[in-house]
């Protein structure tokens, strides 16, 4: 017998966060991670790329683009993980 597959992935502890979380929530985390890593590799080489290298601008670029990303994850996450708690039973 087939079962219908949810398309919510589920989420072990693990594989999360923070808990409680929402799929949405780990998507933004999972981007921001990304985003992050690729700072973080891109201000590494950029210190060691002299000024006048030609390639420099591309990595400069580069890293435009990634701290943009981060910021388009950033606020949403926040957004959500407020959602979130605010959603939970009060104690």
Known sequence: MKTK???RPSFTEQDTLVTPTTPMLEQH?????EAVEEIH??????RVIPLDDKNRDEYEGR???ALTHLDH?????IK???RVVDRMPED
């Open 63 to 65: 890293l435009y683009a």
């Open 80 to 82: 959500e993980w407020d």
């Open 41 to 46: 590799n891109l201000s590494a080489a950029l």
């Open 29 to 33: 985390f999972e981007e921001i991670l």
């Open 73 to 77: 994850h950033v606020k949403p996450a």
């Open 5 to 7: 597959r949810s398309s």
